[in-house]
Each structure stands twice: as C-alpha cells, then as structure tokens.
C-alpha cells in the first residue's frame, strides 16, 4: 500500500472522503467513530464538534445535538469531554472513582447527597442552578457543588443528560439516563482486552504500534495499568487476526500501521475514487486525535494556539483544510455579526479557488452569517474569489 492509499484509507473511515453522510446515515456514521470530542469555544460561530458533523454530513447540526442527548447513542463523558458510543461507556468509566481523591471524596459525600436529593426531586440540573461556597479546584476555584457534581458523576450515580441554551452541562440521575450502568459488565475481565483494542483502532482507524499503544492505555486508565497493558492487549488481537498490518512506502521511507481487519476488508472491497469536496476541519476532530500521526501521513505540525498568548500565535482557532486526500491549508475565522471573517488563510498546496470558496461560505452559510469579509492579508485572487455575499 502507498502512503498515498494509507491517508485515503484514514480519511475514508473517519468519514472525511467521498460523498457527505445522507442525514438518514449521520447518526449511525457518527457512533461509528466511537468519540467525537466536545469543546465550547465558538469563535467561529460553531462549536467544535458541530464543525466535525458539518464536516462529514449535511444533516442539521440539531440532529447532533438529538443523538447525544434525545437519542442517546452517544453519551457525554466529563473531563476530557467526548461524546462517547453508549455500548462503550459501561467499558471506559469501569472503576473510574479509584482515580479519584479518595480523601476528597469522602470529604465531599454529605454534599453529593444533598445534591442527589436535589437531582432527584427537581430533575436535571446543571453547575449554574446550585449556589454554595468556592474551593480549591479547575482552572482556579470551583463551587463546592460543581466538584460534588463531579464526584457523582465519577461514582456513576449522575451522567451529563443535555446542555443549557448557554451551554452548561445538565446532570441527571443515571437510572434516568442511561440505567444500564448501574450493572456492572457480566464478561468485563475475560472481554476488556480485546474491546480496549478494539475501541482505541476504531477511534483511530489507522496507527503505528506506539500510536495504538497509547490510546489503548487511555481507554485502559493509568491506574489499570497503562501502556505495559496496553502492548500485551495490542499482542493478544494480532494473534486472535482482530487487528493487521499495513505496509505503506513514501520514496524510501517505509511504514507499519494498525487497522481494524474489518475496517481494511470494508474499504479493499470498494475504494471510493477521489472528489473535489474541500472540508474545513476543527481542532480537535478525530482527525487529530493523534498529532505525530497527522505529521507523518500530512506532512506537518499542527498546533492548537486558542490557549497560546495572542502576541505568539498565527492563529486562533485554525482549521485544516483538506482536498483530494491532503492537507492543503489552513484557515481561521470569526463570527461578527452576521459576516464571517477570514482572519488567516494559508495555503500550502494548490485549491481551485472556486471549491475553497464553495467550503467557506457553506460554512458560514451553517453557522448564520450573511457575508465573507476578510482581514487584511488575504491576496488578491483570493479576495476576489472568495469574499461577498453568501452564495446559497
């Protein structure tokens, strides 16, 4: 296999090649990612993870939000935030709370209670609905019932059930959102092996051995053991033919990546030929979820620059842009009003400029903007081409 095939292999099964999902497919497309991360800032006018959907499918963005948290196909996980396949969660949270300070929890219980009780009584609530006093905790301090929030979403007694119109978790008791967890997993010690492997290729789709090592022994947990579980689990699904190698070759160079033995049967059957959609992709698309691998397949490093000093950074919030299986930019904007904003365009690789155009303004078109203005900077073909009014 080329190392050409191998990134049309990745794009394929990460659902960022080919035609966009039907919005009857979306939602079964999406669980089929296993993760989709969650991030708040919104810059941009959209949120992270309504930049991934739009990535992939034309369905509205409130069909996301309806497999999450109507559906619940997918649950919200805390910290990190990701929208996890459900059939996975009872796998991936298994005793979570010994990660946990034990001593703090236990400091903490009278008030989880009292929290409970509340939950219980008055429904979902989120962190802005309960008032107490600040302790130590987050990026500075945080509401002793937000980190009671915390520890029994962590003990498995609450889940994230919805988000505010602010965008605020909502928690609810776990028997109304997801009761399956309440049992523990009949077949977890003799099935957990494989199903860390399994779940850490689907995220990836496609990864050298130390790549899946690492995502395997963060499904794994540290405190189960981690990366020396890991390999030996990695070992376990080569012999049992889950897993298998791929050869790819770029000049001289040679590369050996994991995939799915499912995933290659699917995409070897019927590789779909190329097209000319652009894609613009947020920051933390599975795409990402690896940085070395997106370096070695893209030719770059990417870095995430929202939290760098604005006096350090090129971008904000930069998104690649990717075309006939490349990375071939990337662009950064921002929602004013009812105009999007390029405020950074760089282009690595040629784009007909006609489909770059057609990207960014179905973009801006999703996220409620009426114009493409740009910052100074942009060239002048480039303004020409893509700046004005939105096309429908």
Not at 70 to 78: C, K, N
Not at 106 to 111: H, N
Not at 369 to 389: S, T, V
């Amino acid at each position: 296999m080329s190392q050409d095939l191998a990134r049309a292999f990745l794009l394929d099964r990460l659902g960022l090649r080919g035609p966009l999902w039907r919005a009857e497919d979306a939602g079964k497309r999406a669980v089929g990612l296993g993760m989709m991360q969650i991030d708040s800032i919104r810059s941009t006018g959209l949120r992270n993870h309504e930049i991934a959907w739009m990535a992939r499918t034309d369905a509205p963005i409130a069909s996301l939000y309806d497999l999450y948290y109507r559906d619940r196909a997918m649950l919200e996980t805390h910290y990190p935030l990701f929208a996890t396949r459900r059939d996975w969660v009872p796998y991936l949270l298994k005793d979570f709370s010994k990660a946990v300070n034990q001593d703090q929890l236990k400091e903490f219980r009278p008030l989880m209670r009292k929290v409970k009780k509340h939950i219980e009584a008055n429904g979902p609530v989120s962190p802005a609905d309960l008032e107490s006093e600040r302790v130590v905790g987050g990026f500075n301090t945080i509401k002793a019932t937000t980190r009671a929030l915390e520890y029994l979403y962590h003990t498995g007694q609450v889940q994230i059930s919805g988000r505010t119109q602010n965008f605020h978790r909502l928690f609810d008791l776990t028997e109304r959102v997801a009761p399956e967890l309440l049992t523990p997993v009949a077949d977890y010690r003799s099935a957990h092996k494989s199903f860390f492997v399994h779940s850490a290729l689907s995220v990836l789709k496609l990864a050298t051995p130390r790549q899946l090592a690492e995502r395997v022994s963060h499904h794994v947990g540290t405190w189960r053991g981690g990366m020396a579980v890991a390999k030996k689990a990695i070992d376990d699904a080569l012999d049992h033919q889950l897993i298998d190698w791929i050869e790819s070759i770029e000049g001289e160079k040679q590369h050996r990546y994991l995939a799915l033995r499912s995933d290659l049967d699917r995409f070897m059957a019927g590789i779909p030929p190329q097209d000319d959609l652009v894609r613009l992709v947020p920051p933390l698309d599975n795409l990402m979820f690896n940085r070395r691998r997106f370096t070695e397949l893209f030719g770059f490093t990417y870095k995430f620059e929202a939290y760098t000093p604005e006096d350090q950074r090129r971008f904000y919030f930069a998104m690649p842009i990717l075309y006939r299986d490349r990375v071939v930019g990337l662009i950064d904007g921002r929602k004013e009003d009812g105009t999007w904003r390029i405020t950074g365009l760089d282009l690595m690789q040629d784009v007909p400029l006609e489909h770059l155009r057609a990207a960014i303004h179905r973009f801006a078109r999703i996220a409620g903007c009426e114009k493409i203005a740009a910052a100074p900077g942009l060239g002048k073909a480039q303004r020409a081409a893509l700046l004005g009014k939105i096309d429908n």
